[in-house]
């Protein structure tokens, strides 16, 4: 250990600062600045999206309830959703249906899904937050938070002009990893409770000249198949003649012919807040990516002529730091459908746990199914420690099961609309985020076009001024 001192320049003081542009704090940042606070999206890319465009990954799994029947997760989400249709950027999930080549033929959990062009995401990200009135500060890692008298005062960002503080009356931590309530102090749970193990990592990548109707064919030949090319996989790992670490390939059409999304590299063992095991993690997934191609070049129907199309900028990091906060989300509250008084979101997605150790999963687990719809508590969001803080998307408070579930991108925007709009009435009313009067944030989300679930479609009261 090293300790020294630095000065840090200081950035003029918002309202709220928003950590992180995934699907949280793209919707958090947005939802804060319409609710009339000034905001700040600090990201460490140089564009917006996280997982959503950086990661390569997709599609968005379902944002209706489990059997597909209802679409639970509307507002920012849908917008976003509709305007990149409007762009031919997307198709929306209710014209999509489990078993196809956009749910990468899947059936449980696969209803209702959302394929998008990435490239297309990172525009209307950034057009809807710089319409809402979000100032954007790009290419600042944050790397440290600022405590006084147990509230978040703001964070240190390191850039190339050296490092800074950005003062806000609330910070949002949308890292994905929930590193600003780490630095700042914030209790937090890791991994399962068996032995620690998070789930693995992945390296998104995407090919092109794929032979599509030769792929659906063989998916048609085997509808046995829980995995697409499953007994293909499963002759490979018997005659040892591939290293492959999963149980098929998990892959999904795109809106271009012959370009699919490969969601099968594996990396695991390692921790996505520790910088030697991502680089170890993106070096062994860019290696596998290469051993991947030779495999469909030799082996899988419709796939002999494929291209490397493009890798996602990052790894992607399924599982890392779950901030401890007022109320933690177990398994039991969404197999239950466990009804909230303080419901901010409501979700239909199952748990998804790809296995922290084997090749197993998704869906092979052997936890219970989940309620056709469940609610995601306010309580949740709020760090039980500190004050001046809201925790959205990845590393909210919930159990290993639980957070395998909500972790995927339709509630992340959900749970960041709610944490935004949060962020916004505790800075006008003056209290902080535990203090927000919770059936004031629920008539807002509704009169903005949340869903918060059959019992809350009604709003009592119609609230149209920030006093
Ligand atoms: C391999 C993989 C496959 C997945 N498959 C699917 C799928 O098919 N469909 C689906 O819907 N979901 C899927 N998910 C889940 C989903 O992508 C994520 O859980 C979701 O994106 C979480 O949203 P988020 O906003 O919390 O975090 P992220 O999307 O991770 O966004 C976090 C943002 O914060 C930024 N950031 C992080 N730390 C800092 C810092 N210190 N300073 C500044 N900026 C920072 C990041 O750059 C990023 O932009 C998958 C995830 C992975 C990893």
Known sequence: MREYTRSLTI????????????????????????????????????????NLTGGLVGPCMTSFSLDGKTQLIRGIFDEFVRRME????????????????????????????????PEVAKRVSMEMALEAGVELLLHSMVVDTVVEDG????????????????????????????????????????GRDSDGGVQPMTLF???????????????????????????IVERAHEAGTYSLPRRGVQLFKTLESGVWRVNTTRVTGVNGTNVHDLTTAEVA????????????HHELPGMGSCRLLDTASTIGVRETRRIVGIYSITLDDL????????????AGYPVDIHSPTSINGPFDDGVPPTANVYEIPYRALVPAQLDGLIMAGRCISGSHEALAAIRVMPPAFAIG??????AARAVFTHLEPREVDVADLQTRLLNSGAYLGARMDIPDLMITSNS
């Open 11 to 50: 950035e003029k003081a918002t309202d709220v600062v928003v950590v992180g542009s995934g699907p949280a704090g793209l919707a958090a940042a947005i939802a804060a600045a319409r609710g009339g606070a000034s905001v700040r999206l600090v990201e460490r890319y140089g564009f917006l999206g996280g």
């Open 86 to 117: 409007s762009l031919g950027g997307a198709v929306h999930p209710s014209q999509t249906v489990s078993g196809s080549p956009y749910s990468g033929f899947m059936t449980f959990g696969h209803e209702a899904v959302t394929p998008f062009d």
């Open 151 to 190: 509230t978040v005062t703001g964070i240190v960002i390191a850039h190339k002009g050296g490092m800074s503080f950005v003062p806000a009356t609330v910070t949002i931590d949308a890292s994905g990893d929930g590193d600003v309530a780490a630095r700042g102090g914030a209790a937090f749970d890791y």
């Open 205 to 231: 990548f995407r090919v092109r000249d794929v032979d599509d109707e030769a792929v659906s064919a063989y998916q048609a030949e085997h509808p046995d198949e829980r995995f697409p090319f499953q007994s």
């Open 285 to 296: 997934a860019r290696q596998q990516v290469v051993q991947l191609l030779e495999f469909f």
């Open 335 to 346: 197999v239950a459908g466990r009804a909230f008084d303080d419901v901010i979101a409501v």
């Open 417 to 422: 609309e709610a944490a935004g709009v949060a």
